[in-house]
Nanobody, 124 residues
Framework: QVQLVESGGGLVQAGGSLRLSCAASGRTFSRYTMGWFRQAPGKEREFVAVISWSGGATRYADFVKGRFTISRDNAKNTVYLQMNSLKPEDTAVYYC?????????????????WGQGTQVTVSS
């Protein structure tokens, strides 16, 4: 059992950057595949990025490739999402999720733990 808390969201102008953080309270953070997801008003939650246990493998949604970077620091029980070149269509609530013994190919339904989300708003 882990608790996840996202932070770092806010209001930025198009072209700007944000770094989101997800802090985990569990003692077994390193065994969790960690992903970032987002949900815009009226839309389903969608996959953004995922990182393996060790951080050695990542996967990204096409719409963020080249702009976002996922990373993790297991010593700090934290996963990050560096968001550059933000666009208005990136506006959403961003959630981190944990999937114990998962993989970078896990489905959204495989994630057992979720944070409360952090709002990202990108103005034009």
């Amino acid at each position: 059992q882990v608790q996840l808390v996202e932070s770092g969201g806010g209001l930025v102008q198009a072209g700007g950057s944000l770094r989101l953080s997800c802090a985990a309270s569990g003692r077994t953070f390193s065994r969790y595949t960690m992903g970032w997801f987002r949900q815009a008003p009226g839309k389903e939650r969608e996959f953004v990025a995922v990182i393996s246990w060790s951080g050695g493998a990542t996967r990204y949604a096409d719409f963020v490739k080249g702009r976002f970077t996922i990373s993790r620091d297991n010593a700090k029980n934290t996963v990050y999402l560096q968001m550059n070149s933000l666009k208005p269509e990136d506006t959403a609530v961003y959630y981190c999720g944990g999937n114990e013994y998962g993989s970078i190919y896990s489905f959204i339904g495989d994630y057992e733990y979720w944070g409360q989300g952090t709002q990202v708003t990108v103005s034009s």
